[in-house]
């Protein structure tokens, strides 16, 4: 099979990998890539919005299936695309998609189909909404409606900051569309997971469980930032919780689509928060995390293309997943400023002492190449994962992929998997 795969972070360079390892592949294209996903194939020049091009490419090279990455493409309705041009692509068409390009249509659909999450209003109205914050008081989150790529959620734990989320979103506009409306959410305690699942339409399976590390620095403080790292399998999430997750929030979300009439066919990322043995829904997403991906899908056994084909045929209930009995950590190497301001260009070193191995793996995100040299070329540019049997051993793993590799004022957190070691 041909595959294209879009998108161009870790998580990209992460399912190209594991998609290499299928045996029904024979050649992976990826748009447009980075020169992680280039070592398995080719880097096609063409964004990953660029639809029309995406579509002429998959057309002209006879593609058999396109795994799409990144929310944005989703959400702008690729997916709709190629099966209205009868190729096959993994992920939700677009009506499905808005279960994340929209947080006041997720917000409604949790309500109407009585899936636990945050209390909360829309405002499109900037006097209204800063009432109603300063009735509540803080802590409060303010969320943009639309996509903003990871920075349309403040969660003001000062009065203050609330009010100058909802200035800047109603007033000043600064997610422009994306930022016509907002929720206004109650402020939820607890500790947070990520569960990742397989959905079919009329089935959905959950993935392992992970954890990823939103804050830029350490013991979470700081600014929230794309993922500065995860683990999988996630101990918080164990058999008797993933059981509470699948009932009450899973198996209402699948119907709760079906009753919309919503076929939604591909990955659904429902990141939740856990307090006192309740979980609630803060996100949903239709796709892979980003750096989620890069410690499940190392420990997913099955083939990912039959996966993505069980899917596609709505036959996932046919299908066993099964999972390596193994542990999974990654520590993002970001650009020092990342999630604010940062310089791109710097030389990375190192990369070849940890490469070839299989128990460490250095997933490319912001890279590029330039006659032969490997430069910084974004905010997230490396993620560093290790596999092994115990979380203690994949943390120091890691950590030690991190020290063989260099460049010019990296940032990385000291402590992704500490969460996980207090469950031993
Ligand atoms: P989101 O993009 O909705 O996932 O929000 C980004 C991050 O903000 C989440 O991963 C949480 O860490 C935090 N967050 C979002 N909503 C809430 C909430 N209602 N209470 C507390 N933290 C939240
Ligand atoms: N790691 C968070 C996300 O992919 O949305």
């Given at each position: 099979m041909k595959i294209l795969v879009v998108g161009n972070g870790g998580r990209e360079h992460c399912l190209v990998w594991k998609i290499a390892q299928?045996?029904?592949?024979d050649r992976i294209y990826t748009a447009p890539g980075n020169p992680g996903t280039a070592e398995y194939g080719e880097n096609v020049?063409?964004?990953?919005?660029?639809i029309d091009n995406l579509l002429k490419f998959a057309l002209e090279k006879e593609i058999d299936l396109t795994f799409v990455g990144p929310e944005a493409p989703l959400v702008g309705g690729i997916v709709d695309r190629f099966q209205g041009a009868g190729l096959k692509a993994f992920g939700p068409v677009k009506n499905a998609a808005i279960l994340e390009g929209s947080k006041v249509f997720a917000k409604g659909f949790m309500k109407k189909y009585g899936i636990p999450t945050a209390e909360y209003k829309v405002f499109n109205n900037a006097e209204e909404a800063l009432e109603y914050i300063k009735d509540k008081g803080a802590p409060i989150v303010v969320k943009a409606?639309?996509?903003?790529?990871?920075?349309?959620?403040v969660v003001a734990k000062e009065l203050s900051t609330a009010v100058e989320a909802v200035e800047s979103m109603?007033?000043?506009?600064?997610?422009g569309s994306s930022g016509q409306r907002i929720v206004v959410e109650e402020y939820l305690e607890g500790e947070e997971a990520t569960v990742l699942a397989f959905v079919d339409g009329k089935t959905i399976v959950p993935m392992i469980a992970s954890q990823d590390?939103?804050?830029?620095?350490?013991?979470?403080?700081?600014p929230n930032t794309g993922g500065m790292g995860a683990y999988a399998p996630?101990?918080?999430?164990d058999e008797k919780m993933m059981e509470k997750v699948k009932r009450e929030i899973l198996f209402p979300t699948l119907e709760g689509l079906k009753s919309e009439g919503i076929d939604y066919k591909g990955v659904l990322y429902t990141g939740i928060l856990i307090k006192d043995g309740s979980p609630k829904v803060i996100e949903y997403n239709v796709r892979f995390g980003d750096p989620e991906a890069q410690v499940v899908l190392p420990l997913l056994k099955t083939d990912l293309v039959e996966i993505a084909l069980a899917v596609i045929e709505g036959s996932l209930s046919e299908l066993e997943i099964e999972w390596f009995d193994k542990k999974a950590l990654c520590v993002i190497m970001a650009s020092g400023g990342y999630p604010m301001e940062y310089e791109k260009g710097k030389l990375i070193s190192g990369i070849d002492k940890v490469d070839g191995r299989d128990d460490l793996l250095v997933f490319q995100a912001g890279t590029k190449l330039v006659d032969g040299e490997l430069y910084t070329d974004g905010g997230r540019v490396l993620a560093v994962t290790a596999i092994g049997s115990s979380f203690m051993e994949v943390i120091e793993k890691a950590y030690s992929g991190v020290e063989k590799i260099y460049f010019p004022d990296f940032h990385i957190r000291h402590d992704i998997g500490h969460k996980a070691l207090k469950y031993i």
């Amino acid at each position: 099979m041909k595959i294209l795969v879009v998108g161009n972070g870790g998580r990209e360079h992460c399912l190209v990998w594991k998609i290499a390892q299928s045996k029904y592949v024979d050649r992976i294209y990826t748009a447009p890539g980075n020169p992680g996903t280039a070592e398995y194939g080719e880097n096609v020049d063409i964004d990953g919005l660029d639809i029309d091009n995406l579509l002429k490419f998959a057309l002209e090279k006879e593609i058999d299936l396109t795994f799409v990455g990144p929310e944005a493409p989703l959400v702008g309705g690729i997916v709709d695309r190629f099966q209205g041009a009868g190729l096959k692509a993994f992920g939700p068409v677009k009506n499905a998609a808005i279960l994340e390009g929209s947080k006041v249509f997720a917000k409604g659909f949790m309500k109407k189909y009585g899936i636990p999450t945050a209390e909360y209003k829309v405002f499109n109205n900037a006097e209204e909404a800063l009432e109603y914050i300063k009735d509540k008081g803080a802590p409060i989150v303010v969320k943009a409606e639309g996509l903003a790529a990871g920075k349309g959620v403040v969660v003001a734990k000062e009065l203050s900051t609330a009010v100058e989320a909802v200035e800047s979103m109603l007033i000043e506009k600064k997610f422009g569309s994306s930022g016509q409306r907002i929720v206004v959410e109650e402020y939820l305690e607890g500790e947070e997971a990520t569960v990742l699942a397989f959905v079919d339409g009329k089935t959905i399976v959950p993935m392992i469980a992970s954890q990823d590390h939103k804050q830029a620095y350490d013991e979470d403080r700081g600014p929230n930032t794309g993922g500065m790292g995860a683990y999988a399998p996630a101990p918080l999430v164990d058999e008797k919780m993933m059981e509470k997750v699948k009932r009450e929030i899973l198996f209402p979300t699948l119907e709760g689509l079906k009753s919309e009439g919503i076929d939604y066919k591909g990955v659904l990322y429902t990141g939740i928060l856990i307090k006192d043995g309740s979980p609630k829904v803060i996100e949903y997403n239709v796709r892979f995390g980003d750096p989620e991906a890069q410690v499940v899908l190392p420990l997913l056994k099955t083939d990912l293309v039959e996966i993505a084909l069980a899917v596609i045929e709505g036959s996932l209930s046919e299908l066993e997943i099964e999972w390596f009995d193994k542990k999974a950590l990654c520590v993002i190497m970001a650009s020092g400023g990342y999630p604010m301001e940062y310089e791109k260009g710097k030389l990375i070193s190192g990369i070849d002492k940890v490469d070839g191995r299989d128990d460490l793996l250095v997933f490319q995100a912001g890279t590029k190449l330039v006659d032969g040299e490997l430069y910084t070329d974004g905010g997230r540019v490396l993620a560093v994962t290790a596999i092994g049997s115990s979380f203690m051993e994949v943390i120091e793993k890691a950590y030690s992929g991190v020290e063989k590799i260099y460049f010019p004022d990296f940032h990385i957190r000291h402590d992704i998997g500490h969460k996980a070691l207090k469950y031993i």
